[in-house]
């Protein structure tokens, strides 16, 4: 576009001179992006054609007891309701005793795509003997991590097609979620492949499927517990674990089911620093596992209790990417009160169970709107323009409309008269 030609190498100030100039904003909307910029020396360093930061709000999920001690859980999330309902269903867990969470191994999976391969069953036997000296290659592509205890721990070949190898490296990146330091290691041993080998390397990057860093939340709520107007505790019990085996079954419920299991997740990952998106690409994967797209969690009737479950893979780290550059990221961790990526993995799939039973709950007895539309009433206020007070008001002149006329225009006619 005319007037952006190098926009890349040019500081903020430049930037900001280019849309003056191009008349691509106004000097009130440029002063929006200046007053937005809290920080755009940390901006700076962490994007490229940097302008602006941009804000969404953080609230605190409260009630989380997660192996028998309570934590604040920082969640940014621009969606009403997901705060409300993570506090909510980790407040009815609490009642019953908290969160259990397990996970067996916590490491990360790496790829050497070969290609144009002639007999692929000879040539992965051939690689698989040589996988100690591949991973000492690895190893010493990055050694660093080794003396943190952590490195390349095992090699596998996969079979993709007659013509196509998959060379795995299981990684220990201990603190880090580890994309760079995983991607050095397998740049060195694609070089190895096909200096020496002399085969054809396609790509050399690391999995976002990452089955080997899965982690698992339980927890089991009396019944009894769960009663509410004037409904039994027994029969809504029994309806959440239809709503489960309706998401085992069904790929369009299971989407909008681990979609709430992920509003609570990815607002706590974002709290942490994390690449949401690498989250989202391995739970989603995941939960396609066996074929068909499924729930994630699962409840069920156990005697006088309902036990709900979620397992999914969160490869997250306490250090790496943006986590040391953006201060709030160390308040946030301070507001976890534990440091460590296994503390932070336990606290995440732990929001995601409870934002789930908080959504079946809700779904299974009084429907989902009647909690969200106080909040999304707050927001149509806000939208409209109400500030301070008015919102207040302008929320409790909307509840005194029937359900159909709660919206933007009376919205607007209320503000009005205020
Ligand atoms: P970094 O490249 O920032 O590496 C982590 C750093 O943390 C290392 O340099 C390591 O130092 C240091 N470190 C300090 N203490 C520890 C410790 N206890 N354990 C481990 N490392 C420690 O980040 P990552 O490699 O974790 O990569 C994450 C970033 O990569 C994210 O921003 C992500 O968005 C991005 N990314 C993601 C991709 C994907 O998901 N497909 C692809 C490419 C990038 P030292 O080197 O001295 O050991």
């Known amino acids: 576009m005319q007037g952006f030609e190098k926009f890349y190498r040019k500081n903020w100030a430049e930037r900001l001179e280019v849309l003056r100039k191009t008349q691509t904003l106004s000097e ?8 937005n910029a809290v920080t755009p020396e940390v901006g700076e360093t962490q994007i490229e054609n940097f302008i602006t930061q941009y804000q969404l709000p953080e609230g605190l999920g409260l009630n ?25 269903g980790a407040a009815i867990v609490k009642k019953a005793g908290g969160f259990t969470t397990a996970s067996r191994q916590r490491a990360m999976r790496g790829q050497v ?26 190893a010493k592509a990055h050694p660093s991590i080794v003396k943190r205890g952590g490195g390349p721990l095992e090699l596998a070949v996969r079979k993709l097609a007659e013509d196509l190898l998959s060379v795995d490296l299981i990684i220990d990146t201990k603190e880090a979620m580890g ?26 990057i690391l999995s976002n499927y990452t089955t080997e860093c899965l982690v698992s ?33 069904d790929p369009y419920r299971a989407a909008t089911h681990n979609k709430g299991i992920m509003n609570g997740v990815d607002a706590a990952v974002l ?41 999914i893979p969160l490869p997250v780290g306490s250090v790496g990417g943006s986590i040391g550059v953006v201060p709030l990221l160390a308040v946030n961790s301070a507001l976890r009160q ?25 779904l299974v007895t009084d429907g989902i709107q009647k909690g969200h539309m106080s909040l999304q009433m707050k927001s149509l206020a806000a939208g409209v323009g109400a500030a301070g007070p008015e919102v207040d008001q302008v929320v409790s002149a909307l509840k ?15 503000l009005a008269e205020i």
């Open 64 to 88: 989380f007891v997660i192996d028998g001690k309570e934590y604040l859980l920082p969640m940014v999330t621009e969606e009403p309701s997901v705060i409300a309902g993570a506090s909510h």
């Open 28 to 35: 009130k909307q440029i002063e929006q992006l200046k007053t």
């Open 400 to 414: 005194q409309l029937p359900r159909n006329q709660q919206n933007e225009s009376s919205a607007r006619k209320i």
């Open 113 to 138: 795509i070969l290609e144009n391969v002639q007999e692929p069953t000879k040539l992965a036997a051939q690689i698989a003997q040589q996988a100690d000296s591949l991973l000492q290659i690895a």
């Open 179 to 204: 994309a760079n330091m995983i991607n050095t290691m397998l740049e060195a041993v694609a070089e190895k492949l096909r200096s020496e080998w002399h085969l054809d390397v396609l790509m050399a």
């Open 338 to 362: 534990e440091r460590g990526a296994s503390a932070l993995q336990k606290m995440l799939v732990s929001v995601g169970l409870a934002q789930n039973l908080a959504a079946l709950y809700a």
């Open 271 to 311: 709290a942490s620093g994390n690449d949401w998106r690498a989250i989202e690409a391995a739970v989603h994967a995941y939960a396609a596992r066996d074929g068909q797209y499924r729930g994630l969690s699962s409840w069920q009737v156990a005697g006088q209790d309902l036990v709900g479950e979620l397992t």
């Open 217 to 249: 939340a339980t927890c089991r709520i009396p019944v009894a517990q769960l009663a509410k107007n004037g409904i039994q505790g027994e029969q809504i019990a029994q309806k959440i674990t239809q709503a489960s085996r309706v998401a085992q079954l």
